[in-house]
């Protein structure tokens, strides 16, 4: 008995197992799993509700078709007013993806495999929506297909999304037009069509002439207006079936296809230079002039590949650039030789300052009048490692295209001064600006800071411009001539008469002195046409007050002719050639008496003129 009550005290003091507990308390853990489980599915609700996914099952046999509630809010039906229904389901799309959606619902039922498809909605719930619908089939115990349940979403502003960024891939963010990587891209399956075809196809490379200096000149957001418009004149000028493609900078590509060759392509470049061209305002009001140069290769003639083609086009490009520009060139296996050249030398051009290749000759001014030397012109020159001496006038052209002729030119304005300020004799020295240099405005500050760090006096150095610089922002190069002016220094048209110059431009630009061309000297004779030229610009300096010098002077006779029509100055061969200045030491020296321009190892064959140091 004992026993007996000590067990039945154990178990009246045993707490309750987890199967034995109060009613209460079992129902208030119902309860939490309940409204745990609500809170789950409300949230999934939401989450179905945020990414715009609703569902549906359509049963096998009788098509009896429920729709979840968020289906009936992606389409836009009341679930109280409106029964789903397989058809109601398909009607929901355009008509071309209907037939698609039945397709795809029928594979699933008979494969036994899910399946996806994408489509449009239609007009009523918006045809620009897209949805992407995932099926599945759906067993009963024994593995037969009841049903067919399926998840839909709508896609559009992924979809758009995921284009804008297929578009930024292969775009020119800038202009809009297909870029370097989407061209070579298409390139490739137009070139295999036209393998088929046997046909032949036309790349035409574009490079705006002088765009560096639209840049310098009004600042990058002027440049990226200049290549819209020119994007945008492309396209209008071209077919449907071509393509046109910003390939970088200020570079454009234009493929011709299905057209004749190679007349079709002559005859869009010939268009497109006299149509395209032309000037545009830019939005600050000012007015700038466009041109352009264009280089032609045909597939198969001379490349097979997009690479090969865009680069003989490239090629072709260059050879117009070193012509002249504005204008086009068809691509032929001489300029390959000539591409590579100009490559290396424009490579070697932007190492020539930093390896000491560049130098100073000087070529001697006379006063004819007084037969004394008024001073020397500088002239630069570039003895190059690897080409040897190359002519200025090929690396002028090319420093000016290739960016660096502002720190060249920096270079030549303070090595002449620095060596001006040796002489004893203080002759002027003349020195020759870029158009470019006058555009970038702070060419007055270069020559203030290299007149102090030098030492020259402002009244010894002249400055030499060409007539270009006139119709490049003449209200920009007038401000800056002005500020030279200002400074003490002279300023000297240089090549008068092979330009733009007007009696109106000689009276608005501060000139001090015309350089009077060398090419109407060289036919001088009495009676001939550069005598009245000549004549004429002699004149026109005497009543603007403004001394001539006239360049090329070679002979005696040329000398003699220009004495007599009262010519201020004479600069040529005769007088002495380019040579380095310590050649000209008697010059330069007060004390040295000269019977000759220049020693006779610098003279030219033939008599030189007799003349005294000033």
Known sequence: MANKKMANKKMANKKPGPNHRDPVDRLDVARQTIGTSTEALDELRGILRIARIGSWRVSVDNLCTTWSDEMHELVGCDPRSFVPSLDA????????????????????????????????????????????????PEYDPIGKIVAVRGVCQEITERKSAFERIRHLACHDP????????????????????????????????????????????????????????????????????????????????????????????QRLAARLLGELMGTMVLAGQSEVALSTSIGIAFYPDDATTPDDLLARADHALYGVKNDGRNNFAIYDRSMEREYQERRKLEHDLRLALQRGEFSLVYQPMLCTRRGTFKGFEALLRWNSLVHGLVSPEIFIGIAESIGIMGPLGAWV?????????????????AVNVSPIQIQQGNLAEIIAETLASTGLAPDRLEIEVTESLLIRNPERALETLRQIKALGVRIAMDDFGTGYSSLATLRAFPFDKLKVDRSFVKDLGEGSESLAIINAILGLGRGLRLPVVVEGVETEVQAAILRRCGCDEMQGYLLGRPSPIDRFDMITDPDGLMKNLCRSDTAPPGRTMAARPA
Request: glycine share 6%.
């Open 174 to 265: 800038l202009t809009g037009l297909a870029n370097r990587a989407h061209l070579s891209e298409q390139l490739d399956h137009i070139l295999a069509d036209a393998s088929r075809r046997r046909e032949s196809v036309a790349v035409l490379c574009f490079d705006l002439d002088g765009f560096k200096l639209i840049n310098d000149l009004y600042g990058h957001a002027a440049g990226d207006e200049v290549l819209r418009e020119m994007a945008k004149r492309l396209s209008a000028h071209i077919r449907e079936t071509d393509i046109v493609a910003r390939t970088g900078g200020d570079e454009f590509v234009v493929v011709q296809v299905a057209a004749q060759q190679p007349e079709a392509a």
């Open 89 to 136: 389901l398909i009607q929901l799309l355009a008509k071309a993806d209907r037939i698609k959606f039945q397709t795809a619902f029928a594979s699933v039922v008979e494969h036994r495999q899910g399946g996806n498809i994408e489509s449009r909605g239609n007009d009523t719930i918006g045809a620009d929506r897209l949805f992407w619908t995932d099926m599945q």
């Open 413 to 429: 304005l303070r090595t002449a001064c620095a060596e001006a300020t040796r002489w004893v004799n203080p002759l002027k020295v």
